[in-house]
């Protein structure tokens, strides 16, 4: 049974920093695109970062350019997404995501986390 359980989430100030982990179990981790996506309340789901299997290339969405870094350690089954500079628009549900290549979409995802909050104070 595939398992993705996120940590990391909370509250911090605008401004702030936060760095998300995930962690997997029961499916061959290098062999597997990592990603984050998030949700806010009454909004779709939406990509945020993957990366490829090596980690040699990474992807993000637009509004998270040059604040968020997606990383993966391959021997830990551990994928982190560490988030600078946050705004309140920040504020959602984030999604740690498997398949088997990286992807922006979230229809096409394999695997899910089941989510860990952050929120982003003004």
């Known amino acids: 049974q595939v398992q993705l359980v996120e940590s990391g989430g909370g509250l911090v100030q605008a401004g702030g920093s936060l760095r998300l982990s995930c962690t997997a179990s029961?499916?061959?981790?290098?062999?597997?695109?990592m990603g984050w996506f998030r949700q806010a309340p009454g909004k779709e789901r939406e990509f945020v970062a993957a990366?490829?299997?090596?980690?040699?290339?990474?992807y993000y969405g637009d509004s998270m350019k040059g604040r968020f870094t997606i990383s993966r350690v391959n021997a830990k089954k551990t994928v982190y997404l560490q988030m600078n500079s946050l705004k309140p628009e920040d504020t959602a549900v984030y999604y740690c995501?498997?398949?088997?290549?990286?992807?922006?979409?979230?229809?096409?995802?394999?695997?899910w986390g089941k989510g860990t909050l952050v929120t982003v104070s003004s």
């Open positions: 990366i490829n299997r090596s980690g040699g290339s990474t």
């Open positions: 029961g499916l061959t981790f290098s062999s597997y695109a």
């Open positions: 995501s498997a398949d088997s290549g990286p992807t922006t979409i979230a229809s096409r995802i394999d695997y």
